[in-house]
């Protein structure tokens, strides 16, 4: 089946540096891609969506210039988390459709620790 | 957007009881998924169910798309399947929008 994978799978880093987290489509091609974000305890949040072409959309609330975005080709997306805080810290999830209106196929999650 | 909302939100079982999880929505859906996060935070695809009935193994799950709601059965329940279950549904744009989720803890 489809897979999408994510790297790093953990990472621990200091406050005030960017952390950069790679989602991949491995046998398929995306156009769009989600990422949502979840804190303990609690359900997954969208936080944006990547367009592959054209700039990432971000649900409200979200800042776009703390939550860089970039749809590199159409099997990689990156979110990048700049000055990392650690209320940033969070368990962050790519997910890719494989075509419009069928199944979306999760990551396995990025766990960031900000120190 | 979309609105979802899942109950019960916890559930103990005994192991080998039957249960039904719901979820309800919003608005209209063009995608809806069930999952199963596992410990680590997989989560794991149970069904693709925009409408209709699905069955795998012990799992079942039935959507009425025109009463917004799903729900999701686990027959002869085990302890391997507690954990979070999710409903999400995607409307136009594709963005999948996730309920609360519910706790199931099945004890021995």
């Known amino acids: 089946g489809a897979v999408v994978s994510q790297h790093p799978s953990r990472v621990i880093c200091k406050s005030g540096t960017s952390v950069k987290i790679e989602c991949r489509s491995l046998d398929f091609q995306a156009t769009t891609m989600f990422w949502y974000r979840q804190f303990p305890k609690q359900s997954l949040m969208l936080m944006a969506t990547s367009n592959e072409g054209s700039k990432a959309t971000y649900e409200q609330g979200v800042e776009k210039d703390k939550f860089l975005i970039n749809h590199a080709s159409l099997t990689l997306s990156t979110l990048t988390v700049t000055s990392a805080h650690p209320e940033d810290s969070s368990f962050y999830i790519c997910s890719a459709p494989m075509s419009r209106w069928e199944t979306q196929y999760f990551g396995p999650g990025t766990r960031l620790l900000v120190l | 957007g979309i609105q979802v909302e899942q109950s019960p939100p916890d559930l103990i079982l005994q192991e080998g009881a039957n249960s039904t999880l719901r979820c309800n929505f919003s608005?209209?859906?063009?995608?809806l998924q069930w999952f199963h996060q596992n410990p680590w935070g997989q989560l794991i695809n149970l069904f693709y169910i925009p409408s209709g009935t699905k069955q795998n193994g012990r799992l079942s799950a039935t959507t009425v798309a025109t009463e917004r709601y799903s729900l999701l059965y686990i027959s002869s329940s085990q302890t391997t399947d507690s954990g979070v279950y999710f409903c999400?549904?995607?409307?136009?744009?594709?963005?999948?929008?996730f309920g609360a989720g519910t706790r199931l803890t099945v004890k021995p």
């Open positions: 608005d209209s859906v063009n995608n």
């Open positions: 999400a549904v995607a409307g136009n744009n594709n963005d999948m929008r």
